[in-house]
T-cell receptor, first 110, second 112 residues
Framework: RKEVEQDPGPFNVPEGATVAFNCTYSNSASQSFFWYRQDCRKEPKLLMSVYSSGNEDGRFTAQLNRASQYISLLIRDSKLSDSATYLC???????????FGTGTRLQVML | NAGVTQTPKFRILKIGQSMTLQCAQD?????MYWYRQDPGMGLKLIYYSVGAGITDKGEVPNGYNVSRSTTEDFPLRLELAAPSQTSVYFCASSYSGVETQYFGPGTRLLVL
């Protein structure tokens, strides 16, 4: 079983749609959680950290359920520029060793 | 700000050759990491360092070596290149172990 599992997609959605990505992690010792965004042939960049209380950054909302070991990302009012691969990430240990999911590809269409 | 820089951007190696992938950061970060990303796969941690003079193995260290003589630099050495090492290599850094990791632009390596 992969340590961090995501649906690879692709999710093809029209502009303005709301889309949700889910992710599960298997290491119960994971302490930190993130969503990274990766554009084609580029490096990953932090989209947002994920907190137990849930957190929002503009059109993006992230949720964490530690009991179910489940992380989600909601994107509202999708833009063409949101097209990318979204990586679910769990961190553990004092050096914050990150474990990456394989990513969920989003394509926003006109 | 330069952030995290990596050289070269792209390299073709023959089986058995060796090379060093360079990584430097100018953010005074203590923690540095090397990952590889194969097509359709998540990033895998190769080696990491929590400070100058300290390195440790990640998930996939075989075939690689690292050193950390300064805070700024964290080179990754491939001694005997194999086709299985064809991948995109990303270097990353963070100030402390619980903060965001910042990634370099990557080095694409092809071993033939």
């Amino acid at each position: 079983r992969k340590e961090v599992e995501q649906d690879p997609g692709p999710f093809n959605v029209p502009e303005g749609a709301t889309v949700a990505f889910n992710c599960t992690y298997s290491n119960s010792a994971s302490q930190s959680f993130f969503w990274y965004r990766q554009d084609c042939r580029k490096e990953p960049k932090l989209l947002m950290s994920v907190y137990s209380s849930g957190n929002e950054d503009g059109r993006f909302t992230a949720q964490l359920n530690r009991a179910s070991q489940y992380i989600s990302l909601l994107i509202r009012d999708s833009k063409l520029s949101d097209s990318a691969t979204y990586l679910c990430v769990a961190g553990s240990g004092t050096a914050s060793k990150l474990t990456f999911g394989t990513g969920t590809r989003l394509q926003v269409m006109l | 700000n330069a952030g995290v820089t990596q050289t070269p951007k792209f390299r073709i190696l023959k089986i058995g050759q060796s090379m060093t992938l360079q990584c430097a950061q100018d953010m005074n970060h203590n923690y540095m990491y090397w990952y590889r990303q194969d097509p359709g796969m998540g990033l895998k941690l190769i080696y990491y360092s929590v400070g100058a003079g300290i390195t440790d193995k990640g998930e996939v260290p075989n075939g690689y070596n690292v050193s950390r003589s300064t805070t700024e630099d964290f080179p990754l050495r491939l001694e005997l290149a194999a086709p299985s090492q064809t991948s995109v290599y990303f270097c990353a850094s963070s100030y402390s172990g619980v903060e965001t990791q910042y990634f370099g632009p990557g080095t694409r390596l092809l071993v033939l």
